[in-house]
């Protein structure tokens, strides 16, 4: 079921850095945008993304080199990074053998830009190039990747980070992204083929061996005494939630999904990171020249691993004690829910083993457990197992409309909730409300956990909800949202 990543623990005699230099090294080609009349329309930042197959050294010596599916080339795809506020135009052109979309997670754009297929837009067919452009309204860590069959397609290394910067960062000597990403992988480091079976599907998802960081199985990471590091941490993998803990160190969490949060301690030192979700940690490098902390994944308890390392260069401090700026980010634009007069709703989430005698619908029929599986789905939403994009909406919202939603997670399984278009409040959990009311765009259900979310449905369109553990979401875990 879920074992250790082999491969993340056995790597100790090779040297794998990752600096700064990585973050920059994995721009996007950037096309000459049209320019900007000064203060009337928003700058376009144009950018092309090839879906192709590629082979990567995700392992590293004396491993082979592992074919994946990718951008451009290489895992993950290149990062792209623009300012708030400008409009971002990319063209996909697919080379796959299968059709694709890109929908980019977390980001509020308008619907026939949100790359879900059938629902949002006709895939794209192999051969074919889609261009999508829209607004980036809100500052932050997002990523992007396929929504066609992403169980697969994202399993295979197709997904980028998508960095949105604020007119004014705040004060940090490096910004560094770190795109988390689980593999089950082969003794040759090939990808095992066994994608989407039923046995991943009704349990915990395809959880791998093998733990990379932008790609590669690291062994070190180089920083400087004294330095700030803004870090940003993206969950991409299938169905791995990360639990990280900064050995010696005292990482802040100042980011939520991209959307800023009071600054604060992570609860019991681990940060914790479900499928998809993103964290920006301030982490002021406190130990001396010459040091070697680990950082622990011990999210699933027996099986903890060493990530990697933080390594200090014997360069003399940069400054002796932490930098003296803030850390507190500015809001996003985003419309506040007057809970007072919210319309209310239940949203259900069932299935999976140990769930219990459980009937649901599937494609308009009554089905038992043992019969949807038998049709490789082990999951619902309010009773129906969702088969394909395309669906009757679990509930319509006016637009305009502040709602809550009570998200009741009725298996014995973590799911990690995530709802298109919008950025939401959590408010509450099993009845308590959150410290911070964080926004985020996909909330972590631990099992049988309740918990509300409040937003304002001011995007009009279909957006999908579903479970970010992507065989669960092919099993049944989804549905749509409507605002009209
Ligand atoms: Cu990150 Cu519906 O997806
Ligand atoms: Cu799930």
Redesign the pocket.
């Known amino acids: 079921m879920i074992s250790k990543p082999a491969f993340a623990s056995a790597v100790g005699r090779r040297s794998v850095m990752l600096g700064g230099g990585a973050a920059v090294a994995l721009y996007a080609l950037r096309l000459p945008g049209t320019g900007h009349a000064a203060g009337t329309s928003p700058a376009v930042r144009a950018y092309s993304l090839v879906a192709e197959r590629g082979r990567v050294p995700l392992v590293g010596a004396p491993y082979p080199e592992t074919d994946v599916w990718c951008y451009g080339g290489r895992v993950p795809g290149p990062e792209l990074r623009v300012r708030q506020g400008d409009r971002l135009r990319i063209a996909v052109e697919n080379q796959l053998d299968e059709e694709t979309t890109v929908h980019w997670h977390g980001l509020r754009v308008p619907n026939a830009m949100d790359g879900v297929p059938h629902l949002t837009q006709a895939p794209i067919a192999p051969g074919e190039t889609f261009t999508y452009e829209f607004d980036v309204p809100d500052a932050g860590t997002f990523w992007y990747h396929p929504h066609q069959r992403s169980f697969e397609q994202v399993g295979r290394g197709l997904y980028g980070a998508l960095i949105i910067e604020e007119p004014e960062p705040i004060p940090v000597d490096r910004d560094v992204t770190w795109v988390l990403d689980d593999w089950r992988l082969l003794e040759t480091a090939a990808i095992s083929d066994d994608f989407g079976n039923l046995h991943d599907v009704s349990h915990a998802?395809r959880v791998g061996n093998t733990a990379t960081v932008n790609g590669r199985v690291p062994d070190r990471f180089a920083v400087r005494a004294g330095e700030r590091i803004r870090l940003r941490l993206v969950n991409a993998a299938n169905a791995r939630i990360f639990g990280l803990a900064f050995e010696g160190h005292a990482p802040m969490v100042i980011a939520l999904d991209g959307q800023p949060v009071a600054p604060h301690a992570p609860e019991g030192g681990r940060v914790v990171l479900g499928p998809a979700m993103r964290i920006d940690l301030i982490l002021d490098m406190t130990g001396r020249p010459g040091g070697r902390f680990r950082v622990i994944d011990g999210f699933y308890e027996g099986l903890e691993y060493r990530l990697l390392d933080i390594a200090y260069t014997d360069a003399p401090p940069l400054r002796e004690t932490p930098l003296d700026a803030p850390v507190r980010l500015s809001a996003n634009p985003l419309a506040e829910p007057d809970l007072a007069a919210a319309e209310r709703h239940e949203i259900l989430?069932g299935g999976g083993m140990m769930g219990g005698m459980m009937s649901s619908m599937m494609d308009g029929r009554h089905m038992d457990m043992r019969e949807m599986m038998r049709h490789g789905m082990a999951?619902t939403v309010n009773g129906v197992a969702a088969t394909g994009h395309v669906h009757e909406p679990l509930i319509t919202l006016a637009r305009g409309r502040s709602c809550i939603l009570t998200l009741r997670n009725e298996t014995a399984?973590?799911?990690?909730i995530h709802l298109h278009g919008h950025a939401f409040r959590v408010i509450t959990r099993d009845g308590a409300p959150t410290r911070y009311r964080e926004w985020q765009d996909t909330v972590l259900l631990s099992p049988r956990e309740t918990a509300e979310i409040a937003f304002v449905a001011d995007n009009p369109g279909d957006w999908m909800l579903h479970?970010?553990?992507l065989e669960?979401?092919a099993g049944g875990?989804m549905g749509v949202v409507r605002i009209a």
Do not use: E, S, Y
């Open positions: 998802g989430f999951w399984w973590w799911h990690p479970c970010h553990i669960h979401q875990m």
